[in-house]
């Protein structure tokens, strides 16, 4: 039982530390102008903003049509790093118990 909890615990680690990374690098890259890379990177966020509707407004500096953020977007950012580490947690999990077992 107490070999269990710790393989949670460091799966849990394990997944706020990726989860850590991935966003940080993904902020830098977006810095830098790679958009498409960081958003990449940022999976979590690009699958619930894609499920968040978008108000269409028109610019007048771009002269194009852009998406104006809501509630919801800003409630699927932060929605995102609670999926983002129970991913990373069950991945690092299974990879865990697996190498536990003798398993590669």
């Known amino acids: ?32 102008g790679a958009t498409n890379l960081s958003t990449v990177l940022f999976w979590p966020n690009a699958l619930l903003q894609s499920a968040a509707p978008c108000v269409k407004i028109e610019s007048s500096v771009t002269g194009g049509v852009l998406c104006e953020g809501t509630p919801l977007n800003e409630l699927a950012f932060l929605a995102s790093f609670p999926l983002s580490v129970a991913v990373y947690s069950a991945i690092a999990y299974i990879i865990i118990r697996r190498r536990a077992r003798g398993g590669t």
Request: proline residues 0%; aromatic residues 10%; charged residues 10%.
């Open 1 to 32: 039982m107490r070999s269990n909890v710790a393989v949670f615990l460091k799966a849990l680690g394990a997944g706020v530390l990726v989860t850590v990374v991935m966003t940080l690098a993904s902020y830098f890259l977006s810095e830098a």
